[in-house]
């Protein structure tokens, strides 16, 4: 696992001792309001540079604190409570919360043993225990969220949390693709964001375009940093993803996936608290080979792919599915009559996806309502240009916009955007 690559000793010996005199003062079980001067923020493999950035002093408010692959912290120059809502906003951080300490051991039960004798007596509702991704999403088979030490680690506190007859739920990422316990659907669902159906006539109408806040909770992290390293952090959970351990939802996936695209748009879908109704037409740009149609024709819809490329002979075999063979650009707009999901995963650049998307949403008998849009990033440097696409994309008349980089995208983000029944254009 490697590490940020400037000056980092230094900055770690600043963070320790900072957190420790904080924390004396601050974690005392005496003293009623506990602060905090540190953050944090978790991200893909590559996507610390963007964050130091654009949340680091002059352009953001803090200083860089500590730096991992994966994991950042960061000093703020005002101190603010422990279960504050202002934490930091990024598309492209997972997972975000403020820091009460960092905890180092050899074993893990002596370290569970220090993080329950400080925290027992806290105020947090449920406790995530996650890792710090290992690489990026899809190199060598690692994908975000999979970890049986976190898996370990939760069931030590657990029975310890047990023993003392304390009920606070203990979640951990890394549910096992192939062996679910539970049907990971239903789990997500209730745990991890508020899932609204489409009504049978309109696909979108019913759903509300400002997304619920999950009802708040306070949740206590253990984050695994390295195995003999710990981060201790909370939160007060705003967003769909802050319910999720290292803001990835423990999804169940098949073990035969055409590609890592099923477990994108099943992400996206989740984040959005969206479910299509069987039967509802979906077109997608950028097919082939199939892993997102897998996905949306396992949910009842009737999928249209659009990909020069072949298909994977299950999908073009669907009967629910159609393949039209072109480039996006080559298919009549008119042909997009009575779709209202699109999804666009081609490999181009982000302005040739806005440029190609403009043109099918804007023409006079588009109904598109949803758009769930993998923008794709030449480099690292482009995200810089993520409020841009939404202001372009808000501009087509879609009143919710919005992007995350998922656990699962690469160098890429989701764009997600919703209208109601159109303004635009009526159906
Ligand atoms: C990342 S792959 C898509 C993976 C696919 N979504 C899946 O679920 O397996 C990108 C695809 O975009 C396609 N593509 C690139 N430019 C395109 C265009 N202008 N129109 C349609 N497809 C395009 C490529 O042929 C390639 O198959």
Redesign the pocket.
């Known amino acids: 696992m490697g590490r940020g690559g400037f000056g980092f000793c230094n900055v770690l010996g600043m963070v320790d001792r900072s957190i420790s005199s904080t924390l004396d003062q601050a974690m005392s079980p005496t003293n009623a309001k506990p602060i905090q001067r540190f953050l944090y923020a978790a991200c893909q493999h590559g996507a610390e540079s963007v964050l130091k950035q654009a949340l680091c002093e002059p352009v953001g408010p803090f200083r860089l604190a500590y730096s991992a692959k994966g994991f950042l912290t960061f000093k703020s120059n005002m101190a603010t409570p422990i279960w504050s809502r202002a934490l930091i906003e990024h598309p492209l951080v997972r997972s975000r919360g403020t820091v009460l300490e960092r905890v180092e051991g050899t074993e893990s039960g002596p370290m569970v043993e220090q993080i329950l004798a400080s925290y027992v007596s806290m105020d947090w509702e449920v406790l995530h225990v996650w890792q710090r991704d290992t690489a990026q999403p899809g190199w060598n088979g690692f994908e975000p969220g999979e970890s049986l030490l976190a898996q370990s680690v939760a069931e030590l506190i657990r029975n310890a949390l047990r023993q003392s007859n304390d009920a606070r739920e203990v979640r951990a990422s890394g549910v096992s693709r192939e062996t679910p316990q539970i049907p990971a659907s239903i789990a997500t669902a209730e745990a991890c964001v508020a899932t609204h159906v489409m009504s049978p006539t309109e696909v979108l109408s019913t759903v509300p375009l400002e997304r619920q806040a999950p009802q708040g909770a306070k949740i206590l992290e253990v984050i695994i940093d390295e195995p003999n390293r710990w981060w201790i952090a909370a939160k007060y959970a705003q967003k769909s993803y802050d319910f999720c351990p290292g803001g990835v939802p423990d999804l169940f996936f098949p073990e035969e996936v055409?590609?890592r695209?099923y477990y994108k748009i099943a992400e996206a879908f989740e984040w959005g608290g969206i479910q299509l109704r069987p039967s509802e037409k979906v077109v997608?740009?950028?097919?082939?080979?199939?892993?997102?149609?897998q996905w949306l024709l396992d949910r009842g819809t009737k999928v249209t792919g659009?990909?020069?490329?072949e298909m994977d002979e299950r999908i073009a075999n669907h009967p629910n599915f159609t393949h039209w063979r072109n480039?996006?650009?080559e298919v009549k707009r008119k042909a997009f009559q009575g779709f209202r999901v699109l999804v666009c995963?081609?490999?181009?650049t982000p302005n040739y996806t806005l440029d190609?998307v403009e043109a099918i949403v804007m023409y006079p008998t588009s109904q598109f309502r949803l758009l769930v849009l993998t923008m794709k990033l030449p480099d690292w440097k482009h995200a810089q240009k993520i409020p841009e696409h939404l202001e372009r994309v808000k501009s087509w008349g879609f009143e919710s916009v919005e992007a995350r980089q998922l656990g699962h995208n690469r160098r890429e983000y989701c764009l997600l955007a919703r209208r109601r029944v159109s303004q635009r254009h009526s159906t």
């Open positions: 055409i590609s695209a997608e740009i950028g097919a082939s080979p199939g892993g997102a149609c659009i990909d020069p490329a480039r996006s650009r995963d081609a490999n181009v190609t």
